[in-house]
């Protein structure tokens, strides 16, 4: 059993930015040839081309996962060994404020967007009988709760319960799908929050004490990816410095 991945095929949602991108730069050195996929063409080409640059091999395809047509416009007919479902909106604001656009955007995305693309991806891999692994990015938040984040909350619940499900009835096609759920990470998106008092008094409350690093996520995706998880399926892994079990 290792985590070696040369010569796979990934595809990787949400890749044109943020931990989707981080996740496909480290798949693609290590071997894998990398199908990056989200809304933004110019985005995705920039990252694709610097991921050729680096020595990797990077395709990419527009896919807005919320939608039904697009995600079979985009995948049928496709194989890919490994799935990383990681394309997410965040949606913050208070539960009496929120209006169902807002709600119908978050749970499109992050949780009927990721049975969308799952369960394209497993037509693929039952069709070509090559078994493969689904890693769902889930979240910390699908498990506990904050103030102002109901529909992310949910959706992230969601994708725990989904996940499980769908490792489930897609064992027998040697599938698994497994979530990882980050703790909070530090991206340029949300550097200046936690700057910020109240982004200061969060990561009072977690354990480190400390936000975490993309790259903390790697071992933790490279073990669900790869064949040295070959006995794991319908598991989540927690990467968040110790978050859950933050004192009550
Ligand atoms: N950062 C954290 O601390 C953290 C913690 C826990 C979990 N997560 C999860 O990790 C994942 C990535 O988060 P992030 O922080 O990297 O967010 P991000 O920087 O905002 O990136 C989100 C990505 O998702 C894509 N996307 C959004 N809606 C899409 C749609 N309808 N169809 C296709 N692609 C779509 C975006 O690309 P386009 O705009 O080009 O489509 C973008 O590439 C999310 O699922 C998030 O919930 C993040």
Redesign the pocket.
């Known amino acids: 059993m290792s985590n070696d991945l040369s010569g796979k095929s990934a595809l990787v949602?949400?890749?044109?930015?943020?931990?989707?991108?981080h996740f496909a730069r480290l798949l693609a050195r290590h071997g894998v040839e990398v199908t990056l996929?989200?809304?933004?063409q110019s985005?995705?080409d920039q990252a694709g081309s610097d991921i050729v640059a680096a020595g990797g091999t990077a395709k990419y395809l527009l896919?807005?996962?919320?939608?039904a047509a697009s995600v079979a416009d985009a995948l049928d007919g496709r194989h890919f060994d490994i799935l990383i479902n990681?394309?997410?909106?965040?949606g913050a604001g208070p539960a009496a404020d929120l209006a169902e656009t807002e709600w119908d955007a978050v749970l499109d995305?992050?949780l009927k967007?990721v049975f969308l693309v799952a369960q394209a991806v497993a037509r693929g891999m039952r069709a070509a009988g090559t078994g493969g692994a689904i890693v769902n990015?889930?979240?910390?938040?699908g498990h506990r709760v904050a103030g102002g984040v109901s529909a992310?909350a949910a959706s992230?619940a969601g994708v725990i319960q989904l996940t499980k499900a769908l490792a489930l009835e897609w064992a027998p096609d040697r599938i698994r799908v497994n979530a990882l759920?980050?703790?909070?990470?530090?991206?340029?998106?949300?550097r200046d929050f936690f700057a910020t008092e109240a982004g200061l008094n969060l990561i009072k409350r977690i354990p480190q004490r400390r936000l975490?690093r993309p790259e903390e996520l790697d071992g933790a995706l490279l073990l669900l990816a790869s064949s040295a998880g070959s006995y794991i399926t319908g598991s989540t892994i927690e990467v968040d410095g110790g978050h859950l079990v933050s004192s009550l």
């Open positions: 949602t949400g890749a044109s930015g943020g931990l989707g991108l996929a989200a809304r933004r985005a995705l896919l807005n996962v919320a939608d990681n394309a997410g909106v965040s995305t992050n967007g990015i889930a979240s910390i938040l992310y992230k759920c980050p703790g909070y990470i530090e991206t340029e998106i949300n975490g």
